[in-house]
Structure formats: C-alpha cells, structure tokens
C-alpha cells in the first residue's frame, strides 16, 4: 500500500533549473532507500540518482555535477534539485523507494522537458 507521489516537472530552457518533489505515504519512508530514475520515449528505464537512509548518494555519470539528491525524514519527501538542464535530460522521471535492494514502491512519474 506504499505510495510515491512525484510533482515538480514542467518545460524549461537548456541551462534553466527544476527542482522535483516525491511524497511518500502507506510506509515507513526513514528507512527505505530512495532514487530518482528517468525514462525518455523508446529508451529504457535508467538510474539518476540514489540517496540512502543516511543521506549518502550516488548518481549517474550523465548528470553528476549537475543533479543533487536529497531527503527530508520529516517530511517523508525526496528531491531532485537539477541545474544545467540539457536536452538530454527530457524524459519522464519516477520517483522509487526500496528496502534491502528490493523496490517496494513506484510513482506515476513527471514529465520534464528541456527545450528551446
């Protein structure tokens, strides 16, 4: 009954910034591990970021410098702050929860545009 609810996303110039939101419900949110995965159409899913019950990351060579990572415990929230956004970087993006390496929750996804 977990749930993954993702907002934020929207059309933005290259170079501009979006910050991306996921409220998790129907779980225990501390101690799941948390990632924000991105799908472009005709493209397979793919890992951007990673952030563990302590705060430690992992992101994806394609976005590192650019996409930062974070959790707020109290909020039962995880966020995707992206910077330097390119074209590339168009894709529906879904916000995961897991536990032991084992996905417990998916979101429905937001779209992120980046164009001229």
């Known amino acids: 009954q977990g749930q993954l609810v993702e907002s934020g996303g929207g059309l933005v110039q290259p170079g501009g910034s979006l910050r991306l939101s996921c409220l998790a419900s129907?779980?225990?949110?501390?101690?799941?591990?948390m990632g924000w995965y991105r799908r472009a159409p005709g493209k397979e899913r793919e890992l951007v970021a990673q952030?563990?019950?302590?705060?430690?990351?992992n992101y994806a060579d394609s976005i590192k410098g650019r996409f930062t990572i974070s959790r707020d415990n109290t909020k039962n929230s995880m966020y995707l702050q992206m910077n330097s956004l390119k074209p590339e970087d168009t894709a529906v993006y879904y916000c995961?929860?897991?536990?032991?390496?084992?996905?417990?929750?998916w979101g429905q996804g937001t779209q992120v545009t980046v164009s001229s």
């Open positions: 952030i563990t019950p302590t705060g430690g990351t």
């Open positions: 129907g779980f225990t949110f501390s101690n799941c591990a």
């Open positions: 995961n929860a897991q536990r032991f390496g084992v996905t417990i929750a």
